[in-house]
């Protein structure tokens, strides 16, 4: 397990160069530059500009440089010159040299004042997470008990109503949901805000919007397993033994029918934090997908590329927590 | 499967009947389960209507798509006031204008709602179906290759798979529009990439939609076809055709291919929502088509900034929307039911 473990861990890494590379020469094959704007700078300003972001050297050199950044730790003095330049993510002071070690340097931002990528994600990952979880449970608290409800009443009134609005559910896209709920919920009834963001009442909207289509996979994913489990025989010897139906149901057909459904979490997960996006657009909501969507317009390259890489660690991530507590979760799996 | 069940004790209790009942080919028991779908038969439905209004919207469209009568902005009939009453009407004390020359109104520019959405039916079509088939050739060719050649072509391709699958696709997508949308839009003519540019525009824009989306979503075309190759390569008749020394090329086009395609065009067919809901997405944020070709997602961007004052000019588009992927989903859903072997015996 150990060794399975890292050797994901090193895969992971490989993977990640790859998104870096791939974004690197996707973004910089795409024409103009951060500081080509409608009104065009003096050369020598420009000039100058470029020389402080390294952007005057050749390409390969920049990758390099920005690669160097992240990877290699630095061990500097306690007090750095303050300023966009080195910010980094990881600073431990250690005592015995009186130094300190950092590391994971992302960059600047180029449009963003004073800002460095680092800041950026800071600031606005907590919103997209938020966002993201709040969506997670919206399609957890919905998505499971109309399952299991389906699961255990098959073919009756209540299984056709749920696997009806499930269906409805995967065809709602959040651009339609979300405009919906705040036509609705926001300017007719004005039981919440239809834009904003801030408090409780500001998530519940998108996070619907967001999870809602969600919910209704995991009922079919739900129901569809329990169905599966029902039918197997240790089911069948609980009944036999005259085991009450709730304990049967609730006691040994659920805990092995959940089995799928926790595994899709950690995916859906990473899944709903980079879906964000959409319902942060559609809503208004200063996350972490406005900035990426703007930066790509503005050519802010640390920005799309520590974006990207962040989101791909993450995917990358819940997948490889999803491999081990599947381990975990059922012993006849093994990896080698 | 009652029926069936019937026909065969039937014919089982009466000898003389079993020489005639023919045997229920794999294809006609599939489309009989499919029809019997009463929610897939609906949802056929549907989109065969759609294609129809999307061939005819010309006909079909009361008005041009892209004429703008500014004086009618934002004017809409009367029972799209009294369906929405956050729109009070102007002769009402609200600041609605009422003319009910537009059946849904008319958006911000003062173009017909309802023309365009009728015509934005075929943005959302095209992709529909121009999407998997892109991602179906690169998945199938991808697939072909890796499983019948096997070796380090497998391991690499496989790898590069794996990679593109840990890749957020959303922002692929993005990045990979807004590489096409700024780069091919303006380089030299005569050249192979400004003849592609024109191609773009002369599609409205849909032409990157397809390459951008296709190029994002053929990883799981590549490995379900890598596995079913795994499995037929080592079938009877492939050793067979390898024996009597048939060359790769025709062993892997007319041996394997028709054997695996079934459940890859039935994979494929249940992606179609995503695509749809991809383009609408990325019309939603200006990098899907160009202006003024109508998009439903372009239209649900531009109505979401008004929702408050003129709530119609976003959520028609986007009831639109829902119904086409929602007809996609309920068609998907029946066709899998229909040709999934494990489906068949239950219920």
Redesign the interface.
């Known amino acids: 397990m150990g060794a399975f473990i890292v050797r994901r861990m090193l895969q992971m890494l490989?993977?990640l160069f790859?998104?870096s590379l791939?974004?690197f020469v996707?973004?910089r094959?795409?024409?103009?530059g951060p500081f080509s704007s409608e009104k065009s700078l003096p050369p020598r300003t420009l000039a100058q500009l470029e020389a402080k972001y390294n952007l005057d050297e050749p390409l390969v050199m920049q990758y390099i440089h920005y690669i160097g950044d992240i990877a290699i730790p630095h061990i500097t003095e306690n007090r750095l010159e303050n300023s966009v330049l080195n910010d980094y993510l990881i600073n431990i002071y250690i005592p015995v040299v009186d130094r300190t070690f950092r590391w994971m340097n992302f960059g600047p931002s180029y449009k963003s004042v004073s800002q460095t990528v680092n800041s950026i994600i800071k600031d606005t990952l907590p919103v997209s997470a938020t966002l993201g979880i709040g969506a997670l449970l919206v399609a957890l608290v919905i998505g499971v008990p109309a399952g299991i409800i389906a699961a255990l009443n098959r073919?009756s009134r209540w299984d056709y109503i749920a696997m009806g609005v499930s269906?409805?559910g995967?065809?709602?896209?959040v651009?339609?949901l979300?405009?919906?709920l705040?036509?609705v919920f926001?300017?007719?009834l004005k039981w919440l805000p239809?834009t904003g963001w801030g408090g409780i009442e500001h998530i519940i909207m998108p996070a619907f919007a967001l999870g809602f289509a969600e919910s209704a996979r995991l009922a079919r994913l739900t129901r569809a397993s329990l169905l599966q489990v029902l039918n197997e025989d240790y089911i069948r010897t609980a009944r036999a033994k005259g085991l009450a139906e709730r304990v049967v149901v609730g006691l040994h057909a659920l805990k092995n029918a959940m089995l799928p459904v926790v595994t899709t979490i950690g995916p859906l997960f990473a899944f709903l934090i980079?879906?964000s996006?959409?319902a942060e657009?559609?809503f208004g909501i200063p996350g972490l997908g406005k900035f990426?969507?703007t930066s790509?317009?503005n050519r802010d390259y640390p920005v799309?590329m520590g974006?990207?890489l962040l989101?791909?660690f993450l995917?990358?991530v819940a997948?490889l927590i999803v491999d081990v507590v599947y381990v975990w979760l059922d012993p006849r799996i093994k990896y080698d | 499967m009652t029926s069936n069940l019937k026909r065969s004790t039937a014919a089982a209790a009466i000898p003389g009947l079993n020489a005639e009942t023919k045997p229920e080919s794999l294809w006609r028991s599939s489309v009989q389960r499919l029809t019997r779908n009463r929610?897939a038969v609906v949802g056929l439905a549907i989109i065969l209507l759609t294609i129809l209004v999307a061939v005819f919207a010309p006909q079909l469209a009361p008005m041009d798509y892209k004429t703008q009568v500014l004086s009618d902005a934002n004017t809409a009939p009367r029972w799209v006031t009294q369906v929405?009453?956050?729109m009070r009407p102007a002769d009402d004390g609200g600041y609605v204008k009422i003319n009910e020359t537009y059946l849904l109104g008319a958006d911000r520019l003062g173009r017909d709602l309802f023309s365009r959405i009728i015509y934005g039916t075929r943005v959302s079509l095209m992709v529909a179906f121009v999407g998997p088939l892109v991602a179906l050739i690169v998945g199938l060719t991808l697939g072909l290759v890796s499983g019948y050649v096997g070796g380090w072509v497998d391991n690499v391709i496989m790898r590069f798979t794996?990679?593109m699958y840990?890749?957020?696709?959303?922002?692929l997508v993005?990045?990979?529009m807004?590489?096409f949308r700024?780069?091919l839009g303006?380089v030299e003519p005569g050249t192979f990439a400004f003849q592609v540019g024109e191609l773009d525009r002369a599609s409205g824009g849909m032409l990157f939609i397809f390459i951008g989306v296709g190029l994002t979503s053929w990883m799981q075309t590549a490995r379900l076809t890598r596995g079913q190759v795994l499995f037929v390569r080592e079938q009877e008749y492939i050793t067979a055709a390898r024996a009597i020394g048939s060359p790769t090329w025709p062993i892997l086009t007319r041996h394997i291919l028709p054997n695996i395609l079934g459940p890859i065009v039935v994979a494929e067919t249940l992606t179609i929502?995503r695509y749809i809901?991809f383009e609408?997405?990325l019309s939603?944020?200006g990098l899907g088509v160009n202006p003024p070709t109508p998009s439903w997602?372009a239209m649900?961007?531009e109505?979401?900034g008004a929702?408050?004052t003129y709530?119609n000019q976003?959520?028609f588009p986007?009831?639109a929307?829902?119904l086409v992927?929602?007809s996609?989903?309920?068609l998907g859903?029946g066709l899998r039911d229909a040709l999934d072997p494990r489906m068949r015996g239950i219920?």
């Open positions: 490989l993977v790859v998104i791939f974004t996707v973004m094959a795409v024409p103009g073919n269906i409805v995967v065809s709602i896209p651009i339609v979300g405009p919906v705040r036509y926001g300017v007719q239809p980079t879906g996006f959409v657009l559609v990426f969507v790509i317009t799309i974006t990207t989101l791909g995917v990358i997948n | 929610s929405f009453p956050v794996d990679i840990a890749f957020p696709t959303l922002l993005i990045l990979l807004s590489f700024s780069s303006n929502p809901s609408a997405f939603f944020i997602g649900i961007s109505g979401a929702i408050s709530p976003a959520i986007a009831l929307l829902f992927m929602f996609f989903n309920f859903d219920e």
